[in-house]
């Protein structure tokens, strides 16, 4: 019973079309993240500029 509801998952065209939508989640978020933790650095190491020049 679960292999045939696999096979039936993979043979519709709603089984690919899941799996691109999260291969694109993941991709965004693997994109989200990164940037997050680059203006995270980038803001930590703003702050001490701006309180010196203050």
Known sequence: MVW???KRFIQE???PT???YG???VLIIIVC???VTT???KTKSLF???A???
């Open 33 to 35: 993240v990164s940037a």
């Open 13 to 15: 065209e709603d089984g």
């Open 48 to 50: 001490p500029d701006l």
């Open 52 to 54: 010196g020049y203050l």
């Open 23 to 25: 291969v694109c989640l």
């Open 18 to 20: 899941a799996l691109e």
């Open 39 to 41: 203006l995270g650095s």
């Open 4 to 6: 045939e509801t696999i």
